[in-house]
């Protein structure tokens, strides 16, 4: 039985049949193991499953047909890029969500900083420096606990919440697009301007640099998805 990490179970589920997808565990036109059978390999809930394939069915990845089964869709003639496109289009919306709640955030987040907290901050975006060349799951992991750490220092336990739920979804997605797409923009300096608008305990210029992070993002989506 495969062993799920700890958090929100959908994301997971709907990650591990997106990578057997892509590695032709199921050939296209193939027809998937029932939710019964898929709920128990996976150690799950048929509800968990459910979701995970409606979200897979809405990306084009799978064809849901009533009363014969769920299929692995066929790749759309004349239509190379369009599993390309979903996934933008996906990650788009989770940016846009992204958005409202961070930069609130980081205005909260300016007015309760501490010194210490800018210290464990400063390592922590060290770190995400560093780990702009490794493998992309690893880069993205610190890149979102640097931006997970400032909502914490926002002081509203809901905001936190909200973010913890779409960690997952984030980390898939955004790893997901740097492995089969071309690269999002290096925001590395909106990064440090946020740190230093933090430490000045500047609350509209660490909003202003939150939002420019993610602009400059939403719109290489939006781009992206109109072509």
Do not use: C
């Not at 809405?58 to 299929?71: E, K, M, Q």
């Amino acid at each position: 039985m495969t062993v799920l990490r700890h958090g929100p179970v959908v994301p997971q589920v709907e990650s591990l049949l997106r990578d057997r997808l892509r590695e032709g565990y199921w050939k296209p036109g193939e027809r998937l193991p029932n939710e019964v059978r898929l709920a128990a390999e996976l150690g799950v809930g048929r509800s968990s499953v459910r979701e995970a394939v409606r979200l897979l069915a809405r990306d084009g990845l799978l064809d849901v047909r009533h009363g014969s089964g769920t299929f692995v869709a066929e790749p759309p003639a004349g239509s190379p890029d369009v599993r390309g496109l979903l996934r933008r289009a996906r990650l788009l919306e989770v940016y846009e969500v992204r958005r409202a709640l961070e930069v609130e955030a980081a205005r909260l987040a300016a007015q309760r900083v501490r010194p210490e907290d800018v210290a464990r901050l400063r390592s922590g975006l060290r770190r995400r420096q560093e780990l702009l060349d490794a493998d992309p799951a690893e880069f993205v992991a610190a890149d979102l606990e640097f931006h997970r750490s400032i909502v914490a220092l926002a002081g509203n336990a809901l905001l936190a919440d909200l973010f913890a739920a779409a960690q997952p979804v984030l980390h898939d997605a955004i790893t997901e697009m740097f492995r089969h797409e071309t690269p999002l923009p290096d925001v590395s300096d909106a990064h440090t301007d946020l740190l230093d608008a933090l430490e000045r305990g500047d609350a509209d210029a660490a909003a202003a640099a939150t939002v420019a992070h993610l602009d400059a993002i939403v719109s290489e989506l939006r781009s992206g998805v109109a072509q």
